[in-house]
């Protein structure tokens, strides 16, 4: 037990700096261009010596996929406790129901728009295809975790009968996808309602017929 207690020491104080560092990103961010914030505004924002910054991380790219991550871990838990509609219709027998809620799906896109510079910054990093499969690597493994969550929770009723891993890979592209269209190209005209209309039917009945509902 006790010689558990240097370590949790040492845990803590790594965290505190990554956090300071993320904070510090993110406070600079607010006020300047991201291509004009460097390592030693960030260090010296955050009350760190360079020498520890790139102990924990290479780059300030590297410290923004860190804030993104953050962002996205936010979100699972969430989403990962959300309560799934199975009837396969409405009263009237007439229109099929969506198998998740519009809220959570339009809480992802409403968190996007919270969070807009941050999501912005990495899709138009200069070093953006590095950056993009980063940030699907992020999205897969959070999407995953969900699904996992979520057939756990949901054990009478759901059953994939396709590997839950291509599952994942399937709607985690068609989201990062599609809120790189809505970012770059629709320049967020669409509100996040709209978005979640949009995209709920495209996906939801194929993973219904996955799951044999």
């Known amino acids: ?13 790594i965290l505190r700096t990554r956090n300071a560092l993320v904070t510090a990103l993110t406070e600079l961010i607010e006020e300047k261009d991201y291509t004009e914030i460097s390592v030693d505004e960030i260090t010296q924002r955050a009350d ?26 936010k979100r699972v838990e969430e989403l990962s406790q959300i309560s799934l509609d199975f009837s396969k219709s409405d009263l009237a027998g007439e229109t099929q129901r969506p198998l998740f809620p519009s809220p959570p799906l339009l809480g992802v896109f409403e968190y996007i728009v919270e969070n807009q510079k941050i999501f912005r910054i990495q899709l138009n990093s200069a070093n953006a295809l590095n950056m993009s499969e980063k940030i699907g690597t992020i999205i897969l493994n959070s999407i995953m975790q969900v699904f996992q969550s979520i057939e ?28 790189k269209w809505w970012m770059l190209e629709n320049q967020m005209q669409l509100t996040p309602l709209e978005m979640t209309r949009m ?7 194929g993973l219904r017929k996955v799951l044999g509902l």
Request: aromatic share 14%.
């Open 1 to 13: 037990m006790t010689s558990d207690i240097p370590q949790k020491k040492t845990d803590r104080r």
């Open 48 to 73: 760190i010596g360079r020498a520890t910054f790139y102990l924990h991380f290479k780059d300030k790219d590297d410290l923004l996929l860190e804030k993104f991550n953050e962002l996205v871990s």
């Open 152 to 179: 756990k929770n949901n054990p009478e009723h759901l059953q994939f009968n396709l590997p839950i891993e291509f599952v994942s890979a399937y709607f985690s592209g068609a989201l990062l996808s599609s809120v």
């Open 199 to 205: 995209f709920q039917p495209m996906f939801f009945p």
